[in-house]
């Protein structure tokens, strides 16, 4: 693989022209598809081939929308209080306002709340609604501005007017402050670990330029179907530029070093996307897998996030392997902090200091360049012995910055720092025991909003499964009759408030029966009574009878993500041990490193629901209410985590084997790894940090928010404690076993040359690092 990348890499360096303008051609025909056809939309969560969805879609084509293109409100009257809406004086004033309203832009009809034939008035004359018709392209808030005006009259009286419902959100907002905020200060991370601002620009460009292009590969997608979530996007956008930002990263730090070493600018290309390049394939792979295997869930809205996302890393991925070698090319020795660049014309000297910036807060020097996962085989280096020679670095100095001291720490103390690391994770875990979940709040995520309002008001009027009705459908030639003959039944059941009369098809073969539950959606006693009424209607002659509306669908929903949480992280487990069996041709590595991911999972959900659950803290996210968390973000952690917790593993742990693999006893190859890794580490997790605490403190949509946050903890936990604390401490512990297979799974497994060994036999380096002119 090494040798295949570092020809796409120097060929891409050859030919800047050819692949700038390929990059250019994609991004224009993109964007006349993006313009021509893209559109978003809110379907309803569902599950294909589910009870509730397949009779859901049989109730569309049975019982058809009068007009597809408009969607409904609820204009909500509530009297003062001691008053009556059933009063003369009163119903005029409700009448005059549904007049009123018919008047609004966008406002196609309203219905007459007295009419007798569907009467919607509360019981005690308090509450009145009106159903709107309304075009469903309008401007909600638009609307509502509207029909307040509308209402002065009765407001003014110390009446009570609220809106329900809602229609399409429209195009989402995906850049907004905090997410800017995240982004500069990624970019400061970058100059401060570059020390040359060309380097850092360069870096952020050509992450940005991925993420554009991948946007607009997903909104040219979203032109082929019936549309995207707005969700898809922003988690798109996200996570594409954490990677893409991070990958450059990688690529660029090792063609930085090799320039230190002596090599012309083409072999440094060339073989910084052999080696690093290789470790960036790996881990983007690893999370494009991740991503879309949320398809084994079946459920389209999560298929599709994690379509959306794994799109954005493949170009993030595709762009690192081409596009940067084109700037890495164009920006020569420029790369190099100005007092390492040689003057034009003089041959490359490296400094004295032989350090970069990160490496100087490092403390081991010459490893600030040291990004990829194969850097130059340790074996080139006079092993080191003893304790002391094991905290040299690569060129045999003693490291005695802050990181150098952390590997020293954690060799010499590896019990004290396995029992400090898991105490740490399990307080920050604790919470997420008491995770719990749900699809979307009552009455919509505002606790303010005028929507949770107008839904709190009807629930207690009318009670509190009356805007959550079941659906029970009969099919069949006497679907209308078994209706009818069953109607008793399910009354008799718990938690049935009522039961509508028969409700007839054109076909008459399809009938269905409206069951108000007497609790509100998110009540485990209307999920019982979901599986009560399946259960009592297995038995019904005449015709086949299940059980949908949206209320059913959310049940069967909610149950699939339980189950396929579980499925999807035995799943990511199985492929961690697979995946890392592969790389690192171990057994105890694959086991540590999974073990890890879970910690940090854990850890993130935990600090996730003590904010957004607990509600602590909760300002500092914007939140208006603690709930329980959306029930796609545990799926949604475990999928993008799981590929960054693997990224760091193989970043880190991956220059450890290979100082062994040198002839380093385990306890130096711990050292000298941590301290060639470390700093790209660093650098990386609070880039990633950044870039996803800006969504998670932007206090827009609640889900993405409780997903930024998990995901901040997440990779701060896995890189800083998990990676370089409970990883080489235990490693530390286990000493050679670390490094054990056996014999015959050793020569079963692949060779991926993650280490681009390879390229060392293909092209020696040039040792002397005064071989190379710089000629401009």
């Known amino acids: 693989m090494s040798r295949l ?27 006349v598809v993006t313009i021509s056809g893209a559109k978003f939309s809110d379907a309803e969560f569902s599950i294909s081939g589910a009870e509730s969805t397949t009779a859901l879609a049989t109730m569309k084509k049975a019982f058809p929308e009068a007009d597809p293109g408009a969607g409904e409100l609820m204009l909500v009257v509530e009297a003062p209080d001691g008053t009556s809406l059933t009063r003369p004086a009163d119903r005029e004033l409700v009448a005059d306002l549904v007049s009123r309203a018919t008047g609004v832009p966008d406002v196609k009809s309203a219905a007459d709340p007295y009419a007798e034939d569907r009467p919607y008035v509360s019981k005690d004359g308090s509450v009145a609604v009106s ?16 029909l307040r005006e509308a209402a002065a009259p009765l407001t003014d009286q110390g009446y009570r007017v609220e809106l329900g419902g809602t229609l ?131 459920i389209a809205f999560i298929t599709e996030m994690g379509l959306g996302a794994a799109l954005a890393v493949v170009v993030a991925v595709a762009a690192s392997l081409t596009v940067v070698p084109v700037v890495l090319k164009t920006l020569g020795h420029r ?46 280096d006079a092993p080191a012995t003893g304790a002391a020679s094991a905290a040299q670095g690569p060129d045999g100095r003693r490291g005695t910055g802050l990181l150098g001291r952390w590997a020293r720490m954690v060799v010499d103390r590896p019990v004290l720092t396995m029992l400090g690391s898991i105490v740490l994770v399990a307080l920050l875990a604790v919470p997420a025991l008491s995770l719990k979940t749900e699809l979307d709040p009552p009455g919509g995520p505002d606790p303010a909003g005028s929507q949770r309002a107008a839904y709190t008001t009807v629930s207690d009027a009318f009670g509190a499964g009356e805007q959550n009705p079941l659906v029970v459908l009969f099919e069949g030639p006497n679907a209308a009759d078994t209706a009818a003959g069953t109607a008793k039944r399910i009354t008799a059941l718990d938690g049935v408030a009522d039961v509508s009369p028969v ?22 006693r209307t999920n019982d009574l979901v599986n009560s009424l399946r259960t009592s209607m297995d038995d019904v002659a005449g ?30 487990v199985g492929l961690s041990l697979l995946l890392l069996t592969l790389v690192f041709r171990s057994v105890m590595v694959p086991l540590l490193a999974t073990a890890g991911f879970l910690m940090s999972l854990a850890a993130g959900l935990g600090v996730t629901v003590a904010v957004f659950q607990w509600g602590w803290a909760g300002a500092l996210v914007g939140l208006d209410e603690a709930r329980p968390l959306a029930s796609l ?28 693999r040198s002839g380093l006893h385990t306890r130096a190859a711990i050292v000298r790894g941590f301290g060639q890794a470390s700093p790209v580490v660093v650098a990386a997790a609070a880039i990633m940090a950044a870039v996803f605490a800006g969504f998670a403190f932007s206090g827009g949509d609640q889900m993405v928010a409780s997903i930024g946050l998990a995901l901040t903890v997440g990779v701060l936990v ?21 490094w054990w297979i056996p014999r015959a799974l050793d020569r079963v497994l692949p060779n991926l040359d993650t280490e681009g060994s390879s390229l060392e036999q293909e092209e020696p380096r040039q040792e002397l690092a005064g071989s190379v002119r710089v000629s401009s």
């Not at 949908?548 to 909610?558: F, I, L, S, Y």
Request: include cysteine.
């Open 5 to 31: 990348l570092s020809r796409i890499g120097a060929f891409s360096a050859a030919h800047r022209l050819v692949v700038t303008g390929a990059w250019f051609m994609l991004t224009v025909v993109l964007t």
């Open 131 to 146: 159903t709107l018709t309304v075009d469903l392209e309008a401007d909600q808030a638009v609307v509502e501005k509207d």
């Open 168 to 298: 399409d959100d429209g195009p989402p907002e995906i850049a907004g402050v905090t997410e800017i905020v995240g982004v500069v200060v990624a970019f400061v991370v970058l100059l401060l670990t570059f020390g040359s601002l060309a380097a850092a620009g360069a870096n952020m460009l050509t992450a940005l330029s991925g993420v554009v292009v991948g946007v607009l590969g997903i909104l040219a997608w979203s032109a082929t179907g019936e549309g995207i979530q707005s969700t898809t996007l922003i988690i798109a956008v996200m996570l594409g530029l954490a990677v893409g930002i991070d990958y450059a990263l990688l690529i660029l730090s090792r063609f930085r070093d090799e320039l230190r070493r002596g090599a012309g600018v083409d072999a440094a290309v060339a073989r910084a996307c052999g080696t690093a390049g290789t470790s960036v394939v790996v881990a983007g792979t690893t999370v494009v897998i991740a991503l879309t295997g949320l398809a084994i869930v079946r």
């Open 335 to 380: 790369a190099l902090p100005r007092r390492e660049r040689p003057a034009q014309g003089t041959a490359y000297a490296a400094p004295a200091a032989g350090v970069a910036p990160m490496a100087e807060v490092a403390g081991v020097a010459g490893v600030a360049g040291v990004a990829g996962v194969a850097a130059t085989p340790a074996s080139q």
């Open 503 to 524: 409700q007839r098809a054109k076909d008459t073969g399809i009938a269905f029966l409206a069951v108000t539950p007497a609790h509100g959606p998110t009540d485990s």
């Open 543 to 572: 015709a086949e009878v299940s059980v949908t509306g949206q209320t059913a669908v959310d049940v069967d929903v909610n149950s699939a993500l339980s189950s396929g949480l579980i499925i999807y992280l035995i799943a990511v």
């Open 633 to 660: 973000t545990p799926l949604i952690v475990v999928g993008v985590l799981f590929g960054l917790a693997m990224d760091y593993q193989v970043f880190l742990v991956a220059r450890m084997h290979e100082a062994h």
């Open 718 to 738: 896995d890189a800083l404690v998990v990676r370089m604390l409970l990883v080489p401490a235990a490693l530390r512990l286990l000493g050679e076993a670390s």
